[in-house]
C-alpha cells in the first residue's frame, strides 16, 4: 500500500467527523417536526411518532445492504452514496410541503435516513482505524461528541426556522373548521427552506469527498470472515449488546424527539421556550459524553454504564410523578447520563468477536430499528392516558435492561454451538 502521511488523516478524520455532525443535525430536527406536523395536520401523539418510526425502520431495512455497499465499493463510494440520499430526501420536503401530504414527509424521512444508514454504517468503523490502533477509541468518541454538538444547535435553529411561522392559536380558532385545516396544512411549508439548505450543503459536501483522496483502510493480516451473520449471534454478549442498543436507541428518540411535546404539558411551558431547553439536553448529551470519555479512564466502561444507567432509573420516576420545571430538569439529567450508551454497547458489543466483528457490527446497526418502535408505545400510554409523563415508563423500562447488561450481560461467554 502506498505510503499516507498524517496531513491526508487528519484531512479524512476532519471530513468523516463532519458527516457526524450532519445526522446529528438531521436527527435533531425531528423533535422539532413533529409537533410541527402534530399541529399541521392535526395528529395525535401517536401518529406523530411515525415521523421517528419512518427514520428508524429505514436503519432495520438499510444496515445489510450498507454493508454490501462499503464492501464492494468502499467507504468513499458508499459515503458520497449515502449524502446524496440524504439530500435527495431533504429536498423532496419542497414537494410534500406543496402537497401538503403527511405521508410524503414520511417517504422523505424514509429516504434521509436510508442516507442516514450508509453513512453511518462507513463512518463508525472509518473513524475508528484512521490513526493508531490504541486510540481507535479517543477518535470515535470524539467524532460522536459532535452528534451532541448537533443536538445542542439543531433544536434551537429548527425551532426558529419552523415553529414560529404559523397562525395564533386565537386566529385559528375564529376559522371555520375547513378553513382550520387548510391554515394548519399551509403551516408544513415552512419546514421548505431548512431543509433545502441542507440538501444544498450536503451536495456540496459529497462534491469535496468526490474530488479529495481518502486512505485506503486494508485487513489486519489473517483476518478471517465469519460463516454469516446468523452464526455471529452465537456470541451471547453480542445478542444481549444488539437488545441493550435496541431499547436505548428508542429511548433516546423518546426523550428528545417528544421533549418538546413533553415539557409543554409537564412543565406548562411554550414550544420554543421548550425547543430552547431541548438544545441544552444536546449540551448535557455533549458535556456527558465528554466527562464519561475521561471518566472511563478510572471506571471501567460497563460498571459506568450500569452506574448510569441506575441514575437514569430514578430519574425516569421524577419525569413520571413530578410537576412543574423540576420534569423539564430531570428530562435534561437524563440525557447527561444516556450520553455515553450508545457508544459503550456497541464497544462492549463488538469485543473480541474476531471473524463475527462485520456482522456483529450491521446486527447492532439493525437495532437502531428500536427508535422507530418504542417512541410508538410511547404515543399510545401518552394517548391511552391521556397524561404524555406516564410515557416515560417505556424509557424506565429500558434503563432497567441496560443495568442489567452492564451488570452481566456484557460478560463474554463461550460460543453457544
Known amino acids: 500500500m502506498p505510503s499516507i502521511t498524517s496531513k491526508s488523516y487528519s484531512i479524512a478524520f476532519i471530513l468523516i467527523t463532519s458527516l457526524f455532525f450532519l445526522w446529528g443535525f438531521a436527527h435533531n430536527l425531528d423533535p422539532v417536526l413533529i409537533p410541527h406536523l402534530k399541529r399541521s395536520f392535526t395528529l395525535t401523539t401517536t401518529q406523530s411518532t411515525l415521523v421517528d418510526s419512518a427514520v428508524f425502520i429505514a436503519y432495520f431495512f438499510m444496515a445489510l445492504p450498507a454493508g454490501f455497499i462499503i464492501k464492494k465499493y468502499g467507504y468513499k463510494i458508499g459515503i458520497i452514496i449515502g449524502l446524496l440520499l440524504f439530500a ?3 429536498f423532496l420536503f419542497i414537494p410534500a410541503a406543496n402537497t401538503q401530504l403527511y405521508s410524503f414527509f414520511l417517504v ?35 467524532s460522536q461528541s459532535f452528534n451532541g454538538l448537533a443536538a445542542a444547535l439543531a433544536p434551537i435553529i429548527g425551532a426558529r426556522l419552523i415553529l ?54 486494508q485487513k489486519v493480516e489473517g483476518h478471517v470472515a465469519g460463516k454469516n451473520i446468523l452464526h455471529a449471534f452465537k456470541h451471547r454478549h453480542l445478542s444481549w449488546a444488539a437488545a441493550a442498543q435496541f431499547v ?25 421556550k421548550a425547543a430552547d431547553y431541548l ?21 471501567e466502561p460497563q460498571r459506568l454504564l450500569a452506574l448510569y444507567a441506575a441514575i437514569n432509573i430514578l430519574l425516569c420516576i421524577i419525569a413520571i410523578a413530578a410537576h412543574g420545571m423540576i420534569t423539564v430538569y430531570a428530562v435534561i439529567a437524563i440525557c447527561f447520563f444516556m450520553s455515553i450508551m450508545f457508544p459503550t454497547i456497541f464497544a462492549l458489543g463488538i469485543k473480541d468477536l474476531k471473524g463475527d466483528t462485520e ?46 447488561f452492564g451488570w452481566k450481560g456484557y460478560k463474554i461467554l463461550p460460543k453457544r454451538n
Open 108 to 142: 422523505a424521512l424514509f429516504i434521509i435516513a436510508c442516507g442516514l444508514t450508509i453513512l453511518e454504517t462507513a463512518a463508525n468503523p472509518y473513524a475508528s482505524v484512521l490513526g493508531p490502533a490504541e486510540t481507535s477509541t479517543l477518535r470515535l468518541n470524539f
Open 248 to 272: 436505548y436507541v428508542g429511548v433516546q428518540v423518546c426523550v428528545f424527539s417528544l421533549f418538546i411535546l413533553y415539557a409543554t404539558k409537564s412543565a406548562g411551558i411554550s414550544q420554543i
Open 359 to 404: 456482522f456483529g457490527s450491521s446486527i447492532i446497526i439493525m437495532a437502531i430499528v428500536g427508535g422507530a418502535i418504542l417512541p410508538r408505545i410511547f404515543g399510545y400510554i401518552s394517548d391511552g392516558t391521556g397524561n404524555i409523563q406516564y410515557g416515560y415508563f417505556v424509557p424506565l423500562a429500558c434503563f432497567i435492561f441496560i443495568f442489567l
Open 164 to 217: 414560529t411561522k404559523g397562525f395564533a392559536d386565537e386566529d385559528l380558532n375564529a376559522m371555520s373548521e375547513a378553513a382550520r385545516k387548510v391554515a394548519l396544512a399551509s403551516e408544513a411549508s415552512s419546514v421548505k427552506l431548512p431543509y433545502f439548505i441542507l440538501g444544498a450543503i450536503l451536495v456540496l459536501i459529497a462534491i469535496v469527498f468526490a474530488f479529495t483522496k481518502l486512505p485506503v483502510i
Open 88 to 90: 435527495i430526501g431533504c
Open 279 to 299: 438544545g441544552i439536553c444536546g449540551v448535557a448529551f455533549l458535556i456527558g459524553r465528554f466527562l464519561g470519555t475521561f471518566l472511563m479512564k478510572y471506571i
